[in-house]
């Protein structure tokens, strides 16, 4: 794949970097950067931040006032930040998570059973709380298991980012 980050790599076992390549190919057309890369601005308007890659909803921006904190649940659909790294809308605000290996911030410490169960499930962790939209895992789900464990692989196989994601912020509720 031209532009590969993995490209560069060596000393990989070849059937390694074969699964890497085809779970990032999966995240690829998957468009696992729409949401989960912060964006730099170009003339051609946002494209990920390669120095950043699927780090998530950048910890240090701060999100102004949602229309649920304004004018209540009922009279809105959605609203996103400029780099689609958040969203809210009627189940709150959803931040996109850190799926590099960093192991205090990312999926570091998951294992390839437990990114499974989450994406079947549905559930952070396979067990947690549920996983907000706009994330389309019951799409995700529906990959076969050698399709996820090489999306996986791709992931455990970026750079680490160091960036703690907020939690999800419950809906106002019109209170």
Not at 80 to 105: E, H, K, Q, V, Y
Request: glycine residues 12%.
């Amino acid at each position: 794949m031209a532009g590969s980050v993995f490209a560069q790599q060596s000393g990989v076992d070849p059937g390694s970097m074969a699964k890497v390549k085809r779970g990032e190919y999966l995240a690829a057309t998957g468009h696992c950067n729409d949401c989960h890369s912060p964006k730099l601005m170009t003339a051609n308007g946002p494209v990920p931040d390669p120095k950043l890659l699927l780090s998530g909803h950048p910890a240090a921006i701060k999100l102004p006032p949602t229309p649920d904190k304004i004018i209540g649940p009922a009279s809105w659909g959605g609203v996103f930040t400029n780099d689609l790294t958040a969203w809210s809308g009627p189940w709150g605000t959803s931040f996109a998570a850190n799926l590099t290996p960093d192991r205090g911030t990312g999926i570091g410490n998951w294992t390839e059973q437990t990114f499974t169960q989450a994406m079947r499930t549905g559930k952070h962790l396979g067990v947690g709380r549920a996983i907000l939209p706009p994330m389309p895992w019951y799409n995700v789900a529906r990959l076969s298991d050698e399709d996820l464990s090489a999306l996986f692989a791709y992931l455990k196989a970026l750079p680490p980012v160091k960036n703690a994601v907020p939690g999800p912020i419950p809906p106002n509720n019109g209170k």
